[in-house]
């Protein structure tokens, strides 16, 4: 970049699931139980993992979970998750690294659409927490990835969000959703085939796509 952004610190905003973490087992498990708790239908698994990223509202309606029932599956899913989310959660290979060494160089952040109340424990637990100066769950915004607000709000906590900080701010995420963000933000996406989303349907909307966290970080240090 110029030598005007020089003396400017860079921004790496992160996904998690897909994107840092393996939370699988503890997600589908979840659904299993709110799905065999009301006994109206059977869990497709395969379906419920190609939806991992969005709201879970979103996702309960999208495995055919009626409007008025969500809720209810929500509170039996959130009551068994609380439960298991740390003991079947994992980093995915090369997240810790990529973490450490974003943090040499960046700012970092979290923007997921996991509720913000389990963010400092899960990370802590995974002892990587001490390196994200903020994080934006679900909870904490009116309209989830894709749309612009969740990334905008990171950049405002970290007093970040203006268009010189934008040019050098990154959004690193794992679906379509991550990247809709960005760009819709006005912040560069960098996609990662590590997670739920494929190289095929991550390269109709983005060009910078790589294998792990860390191969997008090192992008973001030559940036």
């Known amino acids: 970049m110029a030598t005007f952004f020089n003396h400017m610190k860079k921004t790496i905003l992160f996904d998690l699931d897909g994107t840092l973490i393996d939370s699988t087992p503890a997600i589908l498990e979840s659904f299993k139980v709110a799905f065999d708790f009301y006994g109206e239908m059977k869990l497709d698994e395969e379906k419920a993992k190609s939806l991992i990223g969005y709201t879970l509202e979103d996702i309960f309606l999208g495995l055919g979970v009626k409007q008025d029932m969500v809720q ?46 389990f963010l400092s424990p899960l990370l802590n637990n995974l002892e990587i927490g001490k390196y994200f100066s903020v994080f934006v769950g679900r909870n904490d915004v009116i309209n989830p990835k894709p749309n612009a607000e969740p990334v905008e709000l990171a950049l405002t906590k970290l007093n970040k969000n203006s268009p010189e900080y934008k040019k050098i701010s990154f959004m690193v995420g794992d679906t379509p959703l991550d990247t809709g963000a960005a760009i819709n933000a006005g912040v560069i996406p960098l996609s990662l085939t590590c997670g739920y989303g494929t190289y095929e349907i991550l390269s109709q909307t983005n060009d910078k796509i790589f294998d792990n966290p860390l191969e997008a970080v090192l992008f973001a240090e030559k940036f």
């Open 72 to 117: 209810n599956y929500f509170n039996v899913y959130r009551d068994h998750y609380k439960n298991v989310y740390l003991p079947k959660t994992t980093l995915l290979p090369y997240a810790k690294q990529a973490v450490m060494k974003a943090y040499e160089f960046a700012d970092l952040g979290v923007v997921t659409t996991k509720s913000s109340k």
